[in-house]
């Protein structure tokens, strides 16, 4: 890469679905009819709004990855796919290893459109899996079958160099032996990266309802711990381990584009609801949000020229808590010569508390050494409780 070009991504949010998941509390939404030829302009256009907004701060970007997430955007036409592509390489140029990934299903329609999307310009394949067991995704509320997950899998790798898969555990009733022979299932394929979300109850969405009504048991928490340190195990065994807090990759296979989040990289969101973060000037950084509802965002577009909820300038105090929480999620945790702003001030000024810091060094929640600092495994397991005790 030129060393005057700065690295960029760009997230395209495609905010529908064929059905709204009970766990999800994604900006996703059902439509049975949209007009796809309004949508596609409506994200052209803002992706050469962005082009022209950042222009004015005369820092030459290249792209490293495009993400393309929802929703389910599978659902998109490959067309509006590669138009999209091609209009974001116009505007910024492409790194040589460029990663663009896609959000899909492995629901037979969707199956049926992986060449054309590749042939689109979609390089790596994310797919929504989230079980191998019949009943655990009928109660999850998915679409496909295992079978189809497994046809829907087989087909991905042939043709995608790259695919990964989500799955959820922690479900309720699940053992650790269920567990432990889905893992395995899902290493027989070898993709070099997974992603393993412990279930979480999420405020609004159909779950926490069940969960709020004492319909829905999830494992106790030492239940969770053990279904947790077993993932790490076999994990680690496949060497594939956790560079993040929920994702597994081989050396070398991790996801670029998320990457970008938690090192605190420079990415436009585009799309309903999605974010954006983009450096503006020495230590300035501008936070975006684009408007949620779907057909609000594609009027504003229509009447007002943008789709933009809010664009403000985030303080050095709000950069470095955005930076902790992003930073700590990863294995490695954060160079210190990256801070944009070093600890001592941040203590100085009472951003992070000192005293709660070294509480949770001592007692190896934290580790900071001469040139970073990371959580512990037993940190990043409760990182929230973690960054809530210390901001």
């Not at 030459?60 to 067309?79: C, D, E, R, V």
């Not at 199956?111 to 590749?118: E, P």
């Not at 494992?219 to 807090?245: C, G, H, K």
């Amino acid at each position: 890469m030129d060393f005057l070009l700065k690295p960029l991504s760009l997230y395209i949010h495609w905010p529908f679905c064929l059905s709204k998941c009970p766990y999800c509390d994604f900006n996703s939404h059902v439509r049975q009819t949209f007009d796809e030829e309004a949508w596609q302009e409506g994200l052209l256009h803002e992706l050469e709004r962005y082009a022209d907004h950042i222009k004015t701060w005369e820092q030459p970007y290249t792209l490293q990855s495009i993400f393309f997430g929802g929703g389910t955007p599978s659902l998109m036409q490959p067309q509006t796919v590669e138009r999209l592509i091609d209009k974001a390489l116009q505007l910024w140029g492409r790194d040589p290893s460029l990663e663009i990934t896609l959000e899909a299903n492995p629901n037979s329609v969707e199956v049926q459109r992986f060449q054309a999307l590749r042939q689109a310009g979609i390089n790596r394949l994310s797919l929504g899996i989230q079980a191998f067991n019949d009943t655990a995704l009928k109660q999850l509320g998915r679409q496909h079958s295992t079978q189809e997950a497994l046809k829907a899998l087989e087909i991905a790798c042939d043709i995608f160099s790259r695919v990964s898969f989500d799955l959820i555990y922690a479900r309720p009733g699940q053992t650790l032996q269920d567990w432990q022979e889905e893992l395995i299932k899902a290493l027989s394929f070898g993709t070099e990266h997974l992603s393993l979300y412990q279930l979480t109850i999420e405020p609004g969405t159909a779950f926490a309802s069940l969960y709020n009504r004492g319909e829905l048991i999830l494992p106790d928490e030492e239940r969770s711990a053990d279904l947790f340190e077993m993932t790490q195990a076999v994990m680690n065994n496949s060497q594939r381990p956790a560079y993040e807090i929920s994702n597994h990759a081989k050396k070398g296979a991790e996801c670029r584009h998320n990457l970008t989040y938690w090192t605190y990289q420079d990415y436009i969101g585009i799309g309903p609801g999605a974010h954006g973060r983009l450096t503006c000037g020495p230590l300035k950084k501008q936070a975006t949000r684009q408007k949620k509802s779907p057909e609000g965002w594609l009027r504003s577009i229509q009447d007002q020229g943008h789709g933009d909820a809010e664009i403000i300038q985030l303080s050095l105090q709000d950069q470095l808590k955005e930076q902790l929480l992003m930073g700590l999620r990863l294995t490695e945790g954060i160079p210190l010569e990256t801070l944009v702003m070093p600890l001592e001030q941040a203590f100085a000024d009472k951003i992070i508390n000192h005293e709660r810091w070294h509480h949770l060094c001592q007692n190896q929640y934290l580790d900071v050494s001469q040139d970073r600092i990371k959580a512990t495994d037993s940190g990043r397991q409760r990182l929230q409780a973690v960054l809530d005790y210390i901001l």
